[in-house]
């Protein structure tokens, strides 16, 4: 009996720890963004050979979404087969990241190094990036260490045919175990030692890679699968993944972060700050003071105030005073008029919504050159009541072939940055810090570069050596100043002129020199240059940078050049690649500190971004977050909101609600922009309201009209399970309540099919879609002969249109009448735009704009041809043309009076920028002074190519033919129209 109950004892202890043991698995990539290997099926069926026969599970995909941690921590190892590519996001890198740190194991295989170029841990990790090859051969390997798992099915010596990468950007600390004899085959480029495969342990995790892995025949090679399975015995983890050791932060998902336009079409909008409790305050380069409110939900204007408006000038910075609530001051950096070419740092009132320019304090002039260029121009306030202003080197940049402007030359002083940002007794090309006073005077705060009554020094300087310093932040814990420098425009090195045009991100801990006209980027030097011999002189030494210029008023002998935090030029980095490639404007933003913001509610940006910098591209339209250790130093960096449209931001702030404020200048330089807008960002913390989403098959045809819906593309980024609600005819809800029903339409009409759909949690979202039953759509086709599309001087060709609609009949036995069909037969000069050979075939009966109109309440106020309570189109139409398209759509989005008499126009703000765009559109097309000018042909006939003889140009002919349908008589608006067209080129050279 006791041995029975042992025996049955011993039965439940193994069946318990079975079932506890989980199953070895691997994950296999094999996601491709850019050239994909044929071989990666046969590397898919090798690797799961190979878990069928070593007991281990094997889990292929080209999904990345399998990169999460709730996945990854199911692996034993991540294989990457044949990867090319980006092929991870940001949050899908950091949770690998992540993977690898708590332990986890990895094995790349051949193109794996050929992956994530802008990763710059990931180049460590797979231990060097794709550098080139030459064609498949044989080839000798060595192999250096027999007594690693990895290695010991071979001899001393291995040779295999396959296609042999060379290697750039080498981890210096791999282990190789196999290395290629580069004299064995031809092509080989990496002198030394040429590795091949190898292994290491990397940032917590275990790595392992080999070349091979081109060719088919590779994964049929049974020496080649033992190398590859000890890999990845070598860097499976044996389910011990500590996620405690991780030290990659999660990233947040894009789709955690709303971004709202507060405000658009603005004109060349600056800077921006928060009027504590009341709103966002920012200002127009052309004089206007703005804000925000919050109460509103609307802009209101403050002041506009008399400002010199002229090359980068105008009214450019705004900061609000600390004790703003206590005080209502604000201050504003604008250009002053007059003979006195000059910038103010001015004090001014604000109070009750109004601004006292009367009250005006004149902290700071700084003398200019009006002439050009560079004007800075933040304002910004740090720990004690300081204010930071960035100021430009006022230096014209377009005489030195992009390097450093230092013309030495008489009256050339417009051309030497040398005057100003390597001038100590000097303000421009600076960050100036001061401490303002209640009496509108400042005093000059400890541990500024130059202490006050220091020789030939301007002791309001913090930094200095600064091109264009144009937006910066302070840390409100550290003090420590950042900011992004604007630089120079040489596309290339200069052998004996210096770097080419290096942009960059900076870091202050302490008051310095930054270098510039004499270093760039990371104390990269210039050489010194004779503009008058137009001869190189010796590069300038960072540690000693003499100033000796004509136009120089300061201290010859300069402080040490300090390095770049970030630093990048126009084509692709090789410190820094996720700045990507283009033009150069980088800005430097706001340090978060969540204790900053102690009434921000759930919006509350998450734990991520504490202590982390934003960074901003200009030219580059992209927001960055900066990953620093505890000594404040450059660790990473990963995109904001990357599939989020910016349109050259501008300034960017933290409200005390805890939303992000994004000012937007807009792609136009020196003008008005629709897209030059304020905007909120805010953070989603809880479940997300679901997104509804209708697909269907068709959307129109004849009765009965039977159409496959479908829900399925609507999303749920919580995961939550959806519950669909759909109505077809009439809003009547609850008619179907599965994902994709299918629904006929026996009556013909218009019909508005809604769905809507549930989550878990309550949270709803609904989809409409436009469905017209009763009249199908007609077919239309141009046939030619002979059937080519190259046009010569003698060319003759036929041509014939044919028409088919299930209700009117056909073109061919002429039930649908010749004189219905419109074709036209153009030539397009060279440059012009072919959209000029489609006027007159838009034949639908009602535009898209004059629908958009007849649902909203313009009915209300306008007519097309009588004067409502506000002018008809038709006079909207001869008073404007396209090119107060952006004016229209402003004033028709915000509203306003005055234009048309007293009468007031209402705002409308809940239609959108492009919907509103159709709107005008059509009002403009309603001007009965601009006629089409049609020349038709007959449906069939010849075509010659004569008119590109007159001007021997190569531009193209077009033939189009146009059927508007009759519709049907019981369905309003149902006419359907149809087109074909043909485009002829002139012969290329090769022809």
């Known amino acids: ?450 202490a006050e009554g220091t020789p030939n020094t301007k002791p309001e300087i913090y930094i200095m050596g600064l091109r264009n310093p144009f937006r910066m932040s302070v840390d409100s814990k550290t003090g420590y100043v950042y900011w992004g420098d604007v630089g120079p425009d040489a596309g290339k090195n200069g052998i004996n002129r210096g770097p080419k045009g290096i942009g960059e991100f900076n870091q202050a801990r302490k008051a310095g020199f930054w270098g510039w006209p004499y270093t760039r980027g990371n104390n990269i030097p210039y050489n010194d240059y004779d503009f008058t011999k137009e001869k190189s002189g010796k590069k300038f030494d960072p540690n000693n940078i003499v100033n000796n210029s004509p136009n120089n008023t300061g201290m010859q002998n300069l402080p040490p050049a300090q390095e770049s935090l970030i630093w990048f030029s126009y084509d692709r980095s090789e410190e820094f690649p996720w700045v990507g490639v283009g033009g150069v404007n980088p800005m430097g933003g706001p340090v978060y500190h969540a204790s900053d913001y102690p009434n921000a509610k759930d919006n509350r940006f998450p734990e991520y971004f504490e202590n982390k910098l934003f960074v901003y591209e200009w030219m580059r339209d992209w927001i960055y977050v900066v990953t620093l250790d505890e000594n404040q130093d450059y660790v990473k960096a990963e995109p904001f909101m990357p599939n989020t449209e910016f349109s050259h931001p501008m300034d960017m702030t933290f409200g005390s609600d805890g939303n992000l404020y994004v000012l937007e200048y807009g792609q136009k330089w020196n003008t008005k922009n629709l897209d030059a807008r304020l905007s909120r960002i805010s953070y989603i913390s809880g479940n997300r309201k679901p997104i509804a989403k209708i697909d269907v098959d068709k959307k129109i045809g004849a009765v009965p009209l039977t159409v496959s819906f479908s829900g399925a593309s609507s999303i749920d980024y919580d995961g939550d399970e959806l519950k669909y609600e759909w109505s077809f005819l009439d809003h009547n809800e609850g008619q179907s309540t599965e994902k994709e029903p299918i629904f006929t339409f026996n009556e013909p009409g218009t019909y508005t099919v809604r769905l809507k759909i549930v989550d878990e949690f309550g949270n709803t979202s609904v989809a409409d879609t436009k469905i017209m039953a009763g009249n199908a759509p007609p077919t239309l086709k141009i046939q030619i002969e002979p059937n080519d599309t190259i046009y010569t001087d003698t060319k003759k060709l036929n041509y014939k249109v044919f028409v088919e609609d299930f209700e009117d009949g056909n073109s061919e036995d002429g039930s649908i009448p010749e004189d219905k069909i419109k074709v036209t037969f153009d030539y397009i000069p060279e440059g012009e735009d072919i959209i000029k050979a489609a006027i007159g075939h838009q034949q639908n009966v009602v535009p898209e704009g004059k629908v958009i109109i007849d649902n909203t309440d313009c009915r209300a106020c306008h007519a097309e041809i009588e004067k409502v309570n506000g002018p008809s189109y038709v006079d909207i139409a001869k008073r404007y043309s396209v090119k107060d398209k952006d004016y229209l759509i402003d004033k028709v989005i915000k509203g306003g009076t005055g234009v048309w008499g007293e009468s007031l126009m209402s705002a409308h703000p809940q239609l959108k920028i492009e919907e509103v765009g159709k709107i005008i559109d059509y009002i403009l097309s309603l001007n009965p002074d601009e006629k089409i000018d049609e020349n038709l042909l007959p449906t069939s006939g010849n075509l010659e190519f004569t008119q590109h003889t007159k001007d021997n140009s190569k531009g193209k002919y077009i033939i189009m033919a146009s059927y508007l349908d009759e519709g049907n008589s019981d369905v309003e608006n149902s006419s359907l129209s149809t087109s074909d067209q043909i485009i002829f080129v002139a012969p290329t050279n090769e022809e």
Not at 217 to 222: K, L, P, S, Y
Not at 292 to 317: C, H, P, Q, R
Request: aromatic letters at 12%.
């Open 1 to 450: 009996m006791k041995c029975f109950k042992l025996v049955c004892t011993l039965l439940v202890l193994s069946v318990a720890i079975s079932c506890t043991q989980k199953e070895k698995e691997i994950l296999v990539f094999t996601k491709t963004a850019e050239f994909r290997h044929g071989s990666i099926a046969s590397g898919i069926a090798a690797i799961k050979k190979l878990g069928d026969e070593n007991d281990f599970k094997v889990t292929a995909t080209e999904d990345a979404d399998y990169f999460v941690e709730d996945s990854l921590k199911n692996y034993e190892a991540v294989v990457f087969l044949n990867t090319t590519g980006d092929i991870l996001d940001a949050v899908q890198q950091a949770d690998f990241e992540r993977y690898i740190q708590a332990g986890g194991g990895f094995v790349g295989v051949h193109a794996a190094t050929d992956t994530e170029y802008d990763w710059p841990w990931y180049n460590k990790l797979v231990g060097a990036y794709f550098n080139g090859h030459p064609a498949v051969q044989k080839a000798r390997l060595n192999v250096l260490d027999k007594n690693h798992i990895t290695t010991q099915m071979f001899d001393s010596v291995w040779e295999k045919e396959d296609e042999w990468y060379n290697f750039k950007n080498i981890n210096e600390d791999i282990n190789v175990v196999l290395e290629l004899d580069e004299n064995s085959y031809k092509g080989g480029a990496n002198e030394g030692q040429h590795p091949a495969s190898w292994y290491h342990e990397y940032n917590g995790g275990k790595a392992f890679y080999t070349v091979m892995g081109h060719t088919n025949e590779t994964f049929e090679n049974n020496q080649f699968l033992k190398h590859l399975l000890s890999g990845i015995d070598y860097v499976s983890h044996g389910g011990t993944l500590d996620y405690s050791k991780a030290t990659s932060d999660r990233v947040p998902p894009e789709n955690r972060f709303v971004k709202k336009v507060l405000d658009f079409n603005l004109d060349e909008p600056m800077e921006l700050a928060e009027l504590p409790g009341e709103g966002i305050l920012f200002v127009e380069r052309r004089g206007l003071l703005k804000i925000f409110d919050f109460k509103s939900e609307s802009t209101k204007e403050v002041a506009k105030l008399d400002v010199l408006y002229l090359n980068e000038d105008g009214l450019i910075g705004l900061a609000v005073d600390p004790n703003y609530e206590s005080n209502n001051w604000i201050y504003l950096f604008y250009s002053a008029k007059g003979d006195n070419p000059e910038q103010h740092i001015s004090r001014f009132t604000l109070k009750d919504g109004k601004l006292d320019v009367a009250s005006e304090k004149l902290l700071l002039t700084i003398p200019i050159i009006r002439e050009c260029c560079h004007s800075g121009g933040a304002l910004e306030f740090g720990p004690n009541g300081n204010l930071f202003i960035t100021t430009g080197d006022n230096t014209n940049p377009f005489e030195s072939q992009g390097f450093a402007p230092i013309d030495e030359r008489e009256g050339r002083a417009l051309w030497d940055a040398q005057k100003s940002a390597g001038n100590t007794n000097d303000l421009r090309g600076k960050i100036l810090r001061i401490t303002p006073k209640d009496d509108g005077t400042y005093s000059i705060p400890e541990g500024n570069l130059f």
